[in-house]
């Protein structure tokens, strides 16, 4: 699926529409340029955003086009410079102890928007928050290297125990299991970010109305109209406001990429967040100064049902995933630079060697239908009964396409599949294979799944089945 993403990071435009952005092969944009003649002044940015987000509490959304809204909004102890590398944030530095278990943070002199300092305190109270059981977070396992996190999260340790604690207003103290060499890029992502105490104990959930909340970012919130627009504007309070030069920024959701694309063509949109892959070409060939390509690192994936029949066969899991054609989803469905994926964890990720492939990828497609064939065979299916199974998929125009795609290609296996749209709240899509890794181990595997497994209803059923689906992973584009 083809979505696109302005090549620039939040620190670069301060809150302008400027994030990292998550698809399988490269990250586009559609941006400025010739194109831009919106009615709006220059202070003004319109943006097209995906999808209705379902939250912007930074501790418990889960998808970009969310965290695309809340990172301009709000800051964790670190963020990203115009590289998009770890760069000091709410922080202004640290230190680390000699066996890297303890990390002291110097908290930045700051206010949230309302004027209240923001102190060691708030990060304290927001790491707790978002580890208590009670929170429901989806991504509280990302947090676990923390001293007791896991504990705390399973409800067998309180929130004191938790290893974070303020030395005093401006002194941040972590501790950690083990030693954790991703924690730069760790501490920037969302689940990271500070949450205004005192706002959040006054006004509880209601404390992300635009009357009540408060923000220690580029931006806060001004406006939210269901499904129509999300509007944000510069925060006089933030720490470096003076070089804030865009004062406004307009989100729309923008599921259908072509109309998204008619839009932006029209000038109501500066950026837009997808393109349908359709179109990439042309805009490649016509629009060089106004697409922009730059590489990502992502997997799309689908995830299996183990709770209840066919799924909780590996077999049928097997054979599902290995009918899947996935050279054929990325250059002749997706066609924006996709690589297939034959690991859970994309390549040019640092540090990792990137050993971990599917047993079956030196397999030609032929021999994977026909053992596929065959393993639905030994689980009871056949022509006389058939597999049969409802596939849903993210309402947008290009995940449309890949889901025709598989429907044909599970057919070739003897599948018969339905397909349902399930818009925003769909993350059952793209191009399959259950993740037979070898060269990691359980514990390994089950950390690499988890920002994965979180957002399906099933998470828990995966521990111990490490057969997540996956698809197109990303590999450097070249620029248009």
């Given amino acids: 699926m083809a979505q696109i993403r302005l090549g620039l990071s939040r620190r670069a435009l301060m809150g302008a529409g400027a994030t990292i952005a998550v698809v399988g092969g490269a990250a586009f944009s559609l941006g400025g340029g010739a194109m831009r003649h919106t009615t709006f002044d220059d202070k003004t940015f319109n943006r097209g955003n995906a999808a209705e987000p379902d939250t912007l509490d930074p501790q418990k959304i889960q998808t970009s086009w969310e965290n695309n809204i809340v990172g301009d909004m709000f800051m964790g102890l670190m963020t990203e410079d115009v590289a998009g590398n770890p760069t000091l944030g709410a922080a202004e530095s640290y230190t680390q102890s000699n066996d890297g278990l303890t ?91 500070p949450v205004p105490r005192h706002v959040v104990e006054k006004h509880g959930d209601q404390w992300l109305q635009p009357q009540n909340i408060a923000t220690n970012g580029a931006y806060i919130l001004k406006e939210w109209v269901p499904n129509d627009h999300i509007t944000i504007v510069k925060n006089p309070h933030f720490y470096d406001a003076k070089n804030v030069t865009i004062e406004t920024v307009n989100f729309y959701p923008t599921q259908d990429y072509a109309a998204a694309l008619k839009r932006f063509r029209a000038g109501e949109f500066d950026m837009t967040a997808g393109v349908p892959s359709s179109e990439f070409q042309w805009l490649h060939d016509h629009l060089p100064g106004v697409l922009r390509v730059t590489p990502y690192i992502s997997v799309t994936y689908i995830q299996f049902n183990l709770t209840k029949p066919p799924f909780d066969d590996v077999r049928v899991r097997r054979a599902v995933s290995m009918g899947i054609d996935r050279e054929i989803i990325a250059s002749r469905v997706m066609r924006a630079g996709e690589t297939p994926a034959y690991t859970m964890v994309p390549p040019h990720m640092p540090g990792y060697p990137g050993k971990a492939l599917s047993r079956f990828k030196s397999l030609a497609m032929a021999q994977r239908i026909t053992k596929a064939k065959a393993l639905l065979a030994e689980a009871g299916y056949g022509p006389n009964n058939p597999l049969k199974f409802e596939y849903a998929f993210q309402g947008t125009s290009d995940a449309r396409l890949v889901a025709v795609a598989l429907q044909s290609m599970w057919k070739g296996i003897g599948a018969n599949v339905s397909l349902h749209p399930n818009g925003q709240g769909g993350f059952l899509l793209g191009v399959s294979l259950a993740a037979e890794t070898k060269g990691l181990d359980q514990a390994a595997a089950e950390a690499l799944v988890s920002a994965a497994h979180e957002v399906c209803p099933y998470s828990n059923a995966i521990k111990g089945n490490i057969e997540v689906a996956l698809s197109a992973t990303a590999l450097p584009a070249k620029a248009a």
């Avoid at 060691?120 to 001293?147: E, G, N």
């Avoid at 030395?167 to 060499?181: A, K, S």
Wanted: proline share 8%.
């Fill in 103 to 193: 990390y002291t943070f110097k908290i930045r002199d700051h206010k949230w928007s309302d004027g209240v300092p923001v102190t060691a305190q708030d990060f304290v109270f927001s790491f707790r928050r978002i580890l208590d059981p009670k929170t429901a977070a989806q991504y509280a396992s990302l947090l676990y290297p923390i001293k007791n996190a896991q504990p705390v999260n399973g409800g067998k340790m309180p929130g004191s125990a938790l290893g974070v604690r303020a030395i005093d207003d401006r002194t941040l103290e972590m501790n950690f299991e083990y030693q954790v060499p991703y924690l730069p890029q760790l501490l920037r992502h969302y689940t990271c970010m």
